[in-house]
């Protein structure tokens, strides 16, 4: 909430940039910082890091799906996030990771040493801003997830997660196709629901003709603005009509005053 205040409260300190348009300025960006480093490739169930390891790295998700997540002690696992290219992996202020990240599909990645990261972005203008920015975006997709888990139901939940997959992965508009390359039961612990929820919502979301299966791990939108008010995210007398994916934001970039 401290966040959201702050950049509601100083618009103007923002401006939305891409990485191809700070790299037209010639400007530095975190895409250009790990460019410099080599592509290591990760097998589907393959863990990047474990849960306790010391945190030597930072990694940037070149292709494919990551997921992030934390054991309890009585051996449930908790998916806290999904983690797709262009995305960071392994920022943390402590000293070993809190959370263990594992490879849903393929992986392609690049990593830089921790030390030399935080160096990189001390001494750089241009990477502080856009550091803070991906890291309130990543603030404000788990004020997301707490407001799903306690407020949303079984419903609600599956159709946020569509609907923000939708808009991850870049879906096109009409009637998108949305790729949805985890397990039910990686959805499961993401959403806080058992797996035979998820199937029985699904397939309720099928047969209301909102989406429709294309494929072992593609479902097809039917009906968008339909699962945007499922969602919670609109209202039903929108008249935006039931297709169109709203474009996924560009990166943030905070221009600090000098």
Known sequence: MYIESALSNHEPALRRETPESLAAEGAPSLSSLFARQPVERFEAGAAVFWEGDTAAHVFEVVDGVLRVFRMMNDGRRVITGFLYPGDLVGVSLERHYLYTAEAVTPVKLRRF????????????????????????????????????????????RVASFLL?????????????????????LDMADYLGLTIETV????????????????????????????????????????????TGVPEAGAVRRAVWPH
């Open 113 to 156: 040493a921790r030390n030399r990261f935080q160096s990189e972005i001390h001494s750089s203008p241009e990477l502080r801003p856009q550091l803070f920015a991906q890291l309130c975006d990543e603030m404000a997709a788990a004020q997301d997830q707490m407001v799903l888990l306690a407020r949303k139901t079984a419903e609600e």
């Open 164 to 184: 923000v997959s939708a808009r991850r992965l870049k879906s096109v508009a009409g009637a998108p196709l949305v790729e949805i390359p985890m397990t039910r």
């Open 199 to 242: 199937s029985r919502t699904m397939t309720r979301l099928t047969q209301r003709g909102v989406i429709e299966p294309n494929g072992r791990h593609t479902i097809l939108v039917r009906k968008l603005r339909t699962l945007a008010v499922l969602a919670g995210e609109c209202d039903e007398d929108d008249s935006s009509g039931e």
